[in-house]
């Protein structure tokens, strides 16, 4: 009698993939060997996945795909897998060592049956497939709901772009002291919440920076020459919006990393210092506005490339 399959439905997973770098470079040194490796890493790996309140989907080649109603549950699976795995390589001949890259995402699946499908899936697997052997890789959702729950630091991959996914996606390493791929991190820092990355400051150091608060304080009252500050001219209004300008995109590009938000800060200074001279004289200075124009299209331009996610050997 054949078995009616279920009706599918939509529900918020945490969706966990796990994957063995240079598997195939192993089966081709020696398949027995690899393939006992692979049988006994899916044994422990699925317990993991199981104390930790998931399902395992799908164990495909030398792969772990799991499903998790927590992304707390999923988070700290995905650290004692990586953990587990360390363990058991410390006893075995470097040949013998199986490494492990793990994505976790939260997102919207379809569920029927046995199986999971959807966008939440896909992305999961991406990021998999972007971490480095040893680590973990989870997506801005999963950052989002985890941070403040695990006493984990997380270092900030930036906006990427991932195979066949239509939009672009912030990236989280998770830092585990002593793993493979991640720097040994001392314990104080572990408490730490995330790990910026050594281009980008905080908004108030990017603020109080000196490149940043000089021209914008100057740029500030030179604007204010409007009202009929100290010195009196024309021509200080316009100054002062693009040194304003010059400001802002320094705090910007200090904060992001990303020269992109400069050069857009300083198209907006130079259009408004057009602006205050067509007020101040009646006659616009177009060389200045359309400047101005194109300096923000090039900006806008550059922001729109989003740095791809490096390739992994499989």
Request: net charge neutral.
């Amino acid at each position: 009698m054949a078995i009616e399959p279920s009706i599918p439905r939509r529900k918020l997973s945490a969706i966990l993939m796990v994957d063995v770098s240079g598997f195939s470079r192993m089966m081709g040194r020696d398949e027995e060997g690899t393939t006992a490796l692979i049988r006994e890493f899916h044994d422990r790996t699925k317990a993991v996945v199981e104390s930790h309140q998931g399902r395992v989907v799908d164990t495909a080649g030398d792969s772990v795909f799991g499903e998790f109603d927590s992304v707390l549950h999923a988070v700290r699976c995905a650290q004692a897998i990586q953990q587990a795995q360390a363990a058991v390589n410390t006893g075995r001949e470097p040949d013998e060592r199986i490494e492990t890259r793990i994505g976790v995402h939260l997102g919207d699946v379809i569920v029927q049956d046995y199986h999971v499908y959807g966008d939440g899936v896909n992305i999961a697997a991406r990021l998999q497939s972007v971490a480095e052997p040893g680590t973990i890789c989870v997506s801005e959702a999963v950052y989002q709901q985890v941070h403040k729950q695990l006493d984990l630091a997380f270092e900030d991959l930036g906006m990427q772009e991932l195979k066949n996914i239509e939009h672009p996606i912030r990236l989280y390493r998770v830092m585990l002291a002593g793993a493979a791929g991640s720097p040994r991190i001392p314990d104080e820092r572990l408490r730490t919440k995330a790990v910026p990355s050594p281009d980008k400051l905080a908004w108030k150091d990017a603020l109080l920076h000196p490149s940043s608060l000089f021209p914008l304080v100057v740029g500030a009252y030179f604007m204010a020459t409007v009202f009929g500050l100290p010195p009196s001219g024309r021509f200080f209004p316009s100054i002062g919006a693009v040194l304003a300008g010059v400001g802002l995109g320094r705090v910007l590009r200090l904060r992001t990393g990303r020269r992109a938000f400069f050069l857009i800060a300083l198209g907006v200074g130079l259009v408004l210092a057009a602006l205050f001279i067509a007020w101040r004289s009646e006659s616009p200075s177009w060389w200045l506005l359309v400047g101005g124009i194109v300096v923000v299209a090039v900006g806008l331009t550059r922001l729109r490339t989003i740095p791809r996610a490096p390739s992994v050997e499989r």
